[in-house]
């Protein structure tokens, strides 16, 4: 199945009864110095955007679709991240639409890390935050709600909430603000 879902193009596809396959070209919008409303990235300079790939696997513990485990990778021009979990579908309809959770490890390489967090001498100097340079490892831990509704054969309007507590390694940095991030969006899938 091919999709569109906001900035994202992708195809998707089950392997057999118990494989969900997804791949997937996204676009990063990077960030402005003025997407902090207090000034807390002032001095650290514009982060260009750019296009990242994205590979999922769910494999279902059963052919209902109930439970799985999930992993995917996202890599591109500023490192890789890696996310691994479990997840549960509520309800009993087996044509991509309702309610699902995930509970899930992020993991991610220094170069991720130090794009989004990590802040280097010249940025230091701008800004007069303290330089950073972040390892890779464990990113968070998380929990992501989803839920899809058909609007009919080709269309789906797609909702989703997200809450990821950090690592200790990432609450080093200076630009974190808070130990979590939140995240909430709302998009249409064009199946």
Not at 28 to 53: A, I, P, Y
Not at 99 to 126: C, P, R, T
Request: aromatic share 14%; glycine share 14%.
């Amino acid at each position: 199945m091919f999709y569109f879902a906001g900035e994202a193009l992708g195809l998707r596809g089950l392997l057999d009864e118990t494989w969900l396959i997804d791949t997937l070209l996204g676009f990063e919008e990077g960030r402005e110095e003025s997407d902090s409303d207090d000034g807390h990235l002032n001095g650290l300079g514009n982060q260009e955007e750019g296009f990242e790939v994205v590979l999922q696997a769910r494999r279902a513990f059963s052919s209902d679709w109930r439970s799985w485990i999930i992993g995917r990778v996202v890599t591109g021009g500023d490192g890789n991240l890696g996310l691994f979990g479990v997840g549960y579908c509520f309800g009993s309809q087996n044509d991509s639409s309702g309610s699902e959770v995930n509970l899930v490890a992020v993991f991610h390489d220094s170069e991720y890390a130090n794009k989004g967090f990590g802040i280097n001498v010249m940025q230091a100097a701008a800004s007069g935050l303290a330089a950073t340079n972040l390892n890779g490892g464990l990113r968070s831990f998380g929990i992501d709600y989803s839920y899809r509704h058909n609007i009919n054969e080709d269309w789906q309007i797609y909702g989703e909430a997200l809450f990821e507590y950090f690592s200790s390694e990432l609450r080093k940095s200076p630009i974190v603000c808070n130990n979590y991030e939140t995240e909430v969006g709302i998009g249409f899938i064009y199946v």
